[in-house]
C-alpha cells in the first residue's frame, strides 16, 4: 500500500498534481533485472521513450544498462544522462537525417533499420562521414500480442519493420551499401504483454526466421527481442515487480541461440511503471444523476493513458480512513476520456483528499502535455 508509505506529510504544502518516484523500487527492479539477465548473458537496452526523466535515466545508466532510443533526442539524453555509446541502439521508422547523423556522431552500437529507403540515407550519410553504420534488420514477425490495438506492432498490417517477403531484396541490395554493416536483426510485438504465449510465438518466429538468413549464408552476431513485458496494473502492492524471470526462461527455453550470438532486450514499462505514481488532490465530490465524481486536480494532460487506451491505473485515496465508496475519479480537461476510472472502491473521500494513481511511471511523465495551457506536473522522487 502506498499509503503510510507516501511521506504525505512533507508534501502538504507542495502543488498538486505531481509525480512521485520510488527509487528503492526502481533499484530493487533494476537489480532484478541484471542478476536474471546476467545469468543468462543477456544485454537489456532501457526503452528511453517510457520515461526520459534525467534522474531515473542517470540512475538507470548508472546500474549499467544500455538504452533503447527512438528520437535523436532520446539519443542525446541518454548519452547525456551516461549510457555508453557502445550500448545505445536507434530505432524508429522515421529517422530524420539529422537524428541518424547524431547517431554516427556518437558511434552508438546500431541502427535497428526498418526499410530499404532508410538502409540507403543511412548508407550514404555514413559514407559521408567516412564510418560504417551498424545496422540490424526490424523484421516484422506478424506475431500477435494479444494487447491493446494500438500498442501492437508486430503485425503485418502495422507500419513497423520489414516484412519477410522484403527480404531477398534487402540482401541482394546489402553488398552494394559498402558503409552499412548488417550485425543482427530486431523485433518488437507490442506493449504491456503479460500472458507469455506472444513472446513464445515470437521466439518460434524468430527460429525460423534465422533458418532463413542461415541458408542464406548471412552470419548475424545479434538477435534483439525488442521490449514489451507488461506489469500487474491491479495489483501494485502485492505484484510491484514484473517477471522477469518467467519473461527470460521463455527465450532461454524457445529461441535457438548460435554459440557466437548474443540476445538484446529492450524493456521500458517493466523497468520504470511500477515506481511511480501521481500524486492528486481532490477538488470536488459531485454527486451525479446516478453515481458520486471524484473530480481531482489532474488530468488527462498530466496522465493520458487511460484516455489514449482505455489503461487501468490503480487509485488510492491516500488521505482518508473513511468507509469504502465507489466512484469515477475524473479529471477536469473538457473531454468525457478525462476519466481516471469509473466504479472505483476508494475510502470516503472529500475536498482536499490526496489520490494516488499508481503504475504511473512509464508513458506518465514524459506524455504530458499542456493542454488547456495547464501547468505541467512537478516531479519528486523517495530520496
Ligand atoms: C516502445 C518500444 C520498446 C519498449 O516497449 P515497452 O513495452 O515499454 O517495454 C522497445 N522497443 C521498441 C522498438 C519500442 O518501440
Not at 538468413?213 to 501494485?236: C, D, M, Q, T
Amino acid at each position: 500500500m502506498i499509503k503510510g508509505k507516501f511521506p504525505l506529510e512533507q508534501f502538504k504544502a507542495v502543488e498538486t498534481p505531481f509525480y512521485y518516484y520510488d527509487l528503492s523500487l526502481l533499484k530493487l527492479t533494476l537489480e532484478k533485472v541484471k542478476s536474471l539477465a546476467g545469468g543468462f548473458g543477456y544485454d537489456v537496452h532501457y526503452a528511453v521513450k517510457a520515461n526520459a526523466n534525467k534522474h531515473l535515466l542517470e540512475l538507470i545508466a548508472k546500474e549499467g544498462l544500455g538504452a533503447d532510443c527512438v528520437s535523436g533526442g532520446e539519443v542525446g539524453a541518454a548519452v547525456e544522462a551516461g549510457f555508453s555509446p557502445d550500448k545505445i541502439v536507434f530505432a524508429g521508422v522515421g529517422k530524420a537525417d539529422w537524428e541518424i547523423k547524431l547517431g554516427l556522431e556518437h558511434h552508438i552500437f546500431g541502427f535497428n533499420v526498418e526499410s530499404i529507403p532508410e538502409l540507403e540515407v543511412i548508407n550514404q550519410l555514413a559514407a559521408e562521414r567516412g564510418v560504417t553504420a551498424s545496422v540490424a534488420l526490424r523484421i516484422n514477425p506478424n506475431v500477435d500480442a494479444h494487447t491493446h490495438h494500438y500498442i501492437t506492432t508486430g503485425l503485418n498490417e502495422n507500419k513497423f519493420g520489414f516484412n519477410m517477403e522484403d527480404m531477398d531484396k534487402v540482401i541482394r541490395l546489402l553488398p552494394a551499401l559498402k558503409n552499412v554493416k548488417l550485425i543482427g536483426i530486431h523485433f518488437h510485438i507490442g506493449s504491456q504483454i503479460t500472458d507469455m504465449v506472444p513472446f513464445q510465438n515470437l521466439c518460434v518466429r524468430v527460429n525460423e526466421i534465422q533458418e532463413f538468413f542461415e541458408s542464406k549464408g548471412i552470419r548475424l552476431e545479434h538477435i534483439n527481442v525488442g521490449g514489451g513485458l507488461g506489469i500487474n496494473y491491479e495489483h501494485p502492492n502485492h505484484v510491484p515487480v514484473a517477471d522477469f524471470e518467467s519473461y527470460f526462461k521463455v527465450f532461454n527455453n524457445h529461441l535457438q541461440l548460435k554459440p557466437h550470438q548474443k540476445l538484446h532486450f529492450e524493456l521500458g514499462r517493466a523497468i520504470v511503471a511500477p515506481c511511480g505514481s501521481l500524486i492528486t488532490k481532490t477538488l470536488y465530490v459531485k454527486e451525479g444523476a446516478t453515481k458520486q465524481f471524484v473530480i481531482v486536480d489532474a488530468g488527462m494532460t498530466d496522465l493520458i493513458r487511460p484516455a489514449l487506451y482505455q489503461a487501468y491505473h490503480h487509485i488510492e485515496n491516500i488521505s482518508s480512513e473513511g468507509p469504502l465508496k465507489t466512484y469515477d475519479v475524473v479529471g477536469p480537461i473538457c473531454e468525457s476520456s478525462d476519466t481516471f476510472g469509473t466504479e472505483r472502491t476508494l475510502n470516503e473521500t472529500k475536498r482536499g483528499d490526496y489520490i494516488a494513481l499508481r503504475s504511473a511511471g512509464a508513458y506518465g511523465e514524459i506524455m504530458a502535455s499542456r493542454y488547456n495551457l495547464r501547468q505541467l506536473p512537478g516531479v519528486y522522487y523517495s530520496e
